[in-house]
């Protein structure tokens, strides 16, 4: 089993900056995917960003349209990932998922169901 703790969620303005940071312990493996996801009130989960391992130690990374430009995902090493969140907006409002798997693809990465964890999320609620 792998557990995911997200941390870095908060209450800011609109315009600053956040970071997220997600670390994965248990039975975690070095070739998982990790990404991020968000949820507000009355909506679908959605796509936020994710990392695709290319090799053993470069990645590509993903990002949903609503924050390409904006937002900066990291892979620091096999269990952490963080998401850099700047010139944030009321619209980013949600609560923030990490999730880890190993069944994910280019094709899929943008697909909730095929990432196997996940963690509680964290709060992030911008205001204007």
């Known amino acids: 089993q792998v557990q995911l703790v997200e941390s870095g969620g908060g209450s800011v303005q609109a315009g600053v900056s956040l970071r997220l940071s997600c670390a994965a312990s248990g039975h975690t493996d070095s070739s998982y995917n990790m990404g991020w996801f968000r949820q507000a009130p009355g909506r679908e989960r959605e796509f936020v960003a994710a990392?695709?391992?290319?090799?053993?130690?470069?990645?590509?990374a993903h990002y949903g349209d609503s924050v390409q430009g904006r937002f900066t995902i990291s892979r620091d090493n096999a269990k952490t990932v963080a998401l850099q969140m700047n010139n944030l907006k009321p619209e980013d409002t949600a609560v923030y998922y990490c999730?880890?798997?190993?069944?994910?693809?280019?094709?899929?990465?943008?697909?909730?169901?095929?990432?196997?964890?996940w963690g509680q999320g964290t709060q992030v609620t911008v205001s204007s």
């Open positions: 999730a880890a798997g190993s069944r994910i693809s280019t094709a899929t990465v943008k697909e909730p169901n095929v990432y196997d964890y």
């Open positions: 990392t695709l391992w290319s090799g053993r130690y470069t990645y590509y």
